[in-house]
């Protein structure tokens, strides 16, 4: 059984579940470190006692580059009771940092890989700052033997053309985890007209960290004098946010459910609602602008229209299938613009272009589960032809003297 030891960010993620689970799933032994921002029990994995190495605070930069060089210098205290891994994964540039010392705590060539979902706005300045993180990233991820990542443009945009890494890719999206796969791939998902009276609703689903988002949507909703209600549920950033709990309790039409589990409770919460708002402008015309979100697989699985920017990723990738919504300028008049006429044909007509779509594009299965951890184990396997190739020349000198 190949045994991974995963470095993470936030042990409180629920991607970090996901993405345990998966590997879990795909037949992997999985040792679980990292930092925790805050706690989630909906983040637990049944079997998991997490190694925590410390806490860590959103927006914090600083703080966190702090907290991993800590726990660099107490990582083999730290892994200490673990036993050697055949790879290792670090998920994110922090977490390569540790990924790279744990390689060294056990003395040995295990491949490691880099794990980047999301490209840091510090990455992309043009500053002196900013060139010193691409140089760490560059010498940290220059020995690792694979990156995965989640968008064609992160890669298009920046590992290509900016980061100078020059590593094999491996294109993992955020698709939804459907482990039970018949479940999930044969049962189409149903049309969800609201009863007289009742509003359209549009969910926001997932890490809620868009402060430009929350406003437009209370300011759209609004407008609407209450045909459209918005619904909340996730994480938020709070760190993002002035007062998150006081603009959603002032807001009339908008109100925030709480954290779900991902992903039991996806079906539930998507269908609830008529619309997935894919949209984040947290880092606009960057990282934002270049991923393709959890809530863009979540919604589409379960038949929920998704809401894209027009100039993004998102929408390009929803142009390419024909489906969704794009809003081509964002403040509430536009998005009124886009919604305002929404009747049920043409609610039917966007649900269905969403329903006929290969449902398998939106979802992991546990055979896809099975690849990933193959080309992990497939690391493995190079690293030992690469050893051998080089003992070679010692074999041969070692033979040539006996002869």
């Not at 694979?146 to 590992?159: D, K, N, Q």
Request: glycine residues 8%; proline residues 4%; charged residues 25%.
């Amino acid at each position: 059984m190949l045994h991974i030891l995963y470095f993470v960010h936030d042990l409180a993620d629920p991607a970090v579940r996901r993405r345990v689970l998966m590997l879990q799933a795909g037949g992997a032994l999985v040792t679980l470190a990292g930092f925790r921002r805050d706690d989630n029990a909906l983040a637990a994995i049944d079997g998991i006692e997490p190694i925590e190495l410390g806490r860590t605070r959103d927006a914090q930069f600083a703080q966190r580059i702090a907290a991993v060089a800590k726990s660099a210098f107490k990582l083999r205290h730290a892994l200490r009771s673990v036993p050697r891994p055949d790879v290792i994964i670090g998920r994110n540039l922090e977490m390569l940092a540790l990924a790279n010392r744990a390689k060294s705590v056990f003395g040995g060539d295990m491949p490691v890989v880099y794990e980047s979902l999301d490209i840091h706005r510090l990455l992309l300045r043009d500053d002196v700052l900013g060139g010193t993180l691409r140089g760490a990233e560059r010498r940290l991820g220059a020995q690792a033997a694979l990156l995965i990542t989640s968008s064609p443009a992160f890669v298009e945009r920046y590992f290509k053309p900016r980061s100078g890494l020059h590593l094999p890719i491996m294109l993992l999206e955020n698709k939804v985890l459907a482990l039970e796969v018949a479940a999930a791939s044969n049962v189409a998902p149903a049309a969800r007209v609201p009863a007289r009276g009742e509003p359209w609703k549009i969910g926001w689903f997932g890490a809620l960290r868009c402060r430009k988002s929350l406003t437009l949507l209370d300011q759209f909703s609004r407008r609407m004098e209450g045909r459209f209600e918005i619904v909340l549920r996730g994480r938020p950033a709070y760190s993002e946010f002035d007062d998150f709990d006081g603009i959603v309790r002032d807001a009339p039409f908008m109100h925030f459910g709480g954290a779900y589990k991902n992903p039991e409770d996806l079906s539930a919460i998507y269908h609830d609602v008529q619309f997935s708002w894919a949209i984040d402008f947290f880092e606009e015309g960057l990282n934002s602008s270049w991923l393709l979100p959890n809530r863009l697989y979540e919604g589409g699985l379960y038949g929920a229209v998704p809401i894209a920017m027009d100039g993004t990723e998102t929408a390009r990738f929803l142009a390419g299938r024909k489906i969704g919504l794009t809003l081509d300028k964002a403040d509430a008049a536009h998005l009124a613009t886009l919604l305002g006429d929404l009747d049920e044909q043409r609610y039917l007509a966007a649900f269905d272009a969403v329903a006929a779509q290969d449902r398998k594009q939106w979802m992991i299965d546990r055979a896809d589960c099975q690849g990933l951890v193959l080309r992990l184990a497939s690391l493995t396997r190079a690293n030992e032809q690469i050893t051998e190739l080089q003992a070679l020349p010692q074999l041969n000198r070692n033979r040539g003297g006996l002869q």
